[in-house]
C-alpha cells in the first residue's frame, strides 16, 4: 500500500521501500507534549525492511506539540478512555484497508507507550507488537480480567527505558513490569545507559534487532 489516510487523526504515512517483501505498518505515538515531526527519521533509523509508518498526532494541544490524555490520568479517566476509542476506530480502518491485526506493529515513547500498551490490553485481536520506550504503564485495578479478554498475550512486547531517566524513573515500570507479568503477558525489557530520550548507538540496533526476530518467528 502505497498511502493510507485517517481523519481520526493528523497523521503523516512513510511508505516502505518499493519491491519490500511482507509489509507491515508501524504505528508511531509521541510523547507528551511532542508531536510527530519528531519521528519523520523513523525509516532511516530503524531500517526495517518492508516497514511501512503511520506517524500520529495526540488528539490533545499541549504547548507546541500534543499529548494523548492528562498527564496523570485516574480510573476511568475521560481523555484516556476516548483516545483508546479512537485508536480502535484507527485499527478498524486499517483492517477495512487490507491489513491483518499482526500486520500492525506499535511503538510508543513515553506517554505513547503508555497510550499503546493500554491499547493492546484491551484491544481483542493480537498485534505484532509492541515496542515501548521510556514509558510507564497504564493498569487499571481490573486489568488482568481484561487482558485475559484481549490479544496482549499472544502480543510480543518490548519495553526499554534509561537508567539515567529523571523523568519517568526506571524504578517505575519495573514495578509496573512486575505485575505485569505475573498476568497473562510476555514482555522483554531492556535497560540502557541513556535519559528520557532514544539511544541512536544502543537501544535502535536492539529493537531493530528485536523486531526482525520477531518477525521471523512469525513466519
Known amino acids: 500500500m502505497s498511502s493510507f489516510t485517517t481523519s481520526l487523526f493528523d497523521s503523516e504515512w512513510i511508505p516502505a521501500s518499493r519491491g519490500a517483501c511482507e ?112 514509558g510507564c504503564l497504564w493498569l487499571e485495578k481490573n486489568w488482568k480480567r481484561k487482558a485475559l479478554r484481549s490479544g496482549a498475550g499472544e502480543t510480543p512486547w518490548l519495553m526499554t527505558h534509561g537508567t539515567r531517566d529523571r523523568i519517568i524513573r526506571p524504578e517505575e515500570i519495573r514495578l509496573s513490569l512486575e505485575e505485569l507479568i505475573r498476568g497473562p503477558v510476555r514482555v522483554d525489557y531492556q535497560e540502557f545507559p541513556k535519559g528520557h530520550d532514544f539511544d541512536f548507538d544502543h537501544e535502535v540496533p536492539f529493537i531493530r534487532r528485536w523486531v526482525k526476530e520477531v518477525r521471523e518467528s512469525a513466519r
Open 23 to 134: 509489509p507491515k505498518v508501524m504505528i508511531v505515538l509521541h510523547g507528551y507534549g511532542d508531536s510527530l515531526k519528531g519521528f519523520r527519521a523513523i525509516k532511516e533509523e530503524l531500517r526495517l525492511p518492508g516497514m511501512n509508518y503511520l506517524l500520529l498526532n495526540g488528539p490533545r494541544r499541549h504547548g507546541s506539540g500534543f499529548s494523548w490524555c492528562a498527564l496523570h490520568p485516574k480510573e476511568g479517566a475521560p481523555s484516556l478512555i476516548k483516545t483508546r476509542a479512537r485508536l480502535f476506530a484507527l485499527v478498524r480502518e486499517l483492517l477495512s484497508a487490507g491489513w491483518a491485526s499482526r500486520d500492525l506493529f506499535w511503538l510508543g515513547h513515553s506517554q505513547g507507550a503508555m497510550i499503546a500498551s493500554d491499547l493492546v490490553l484491551h484491544h481483542p485481536k493480537p498485534f505484532g507488537a509492541l515496542i515501548g520506550v521510556s
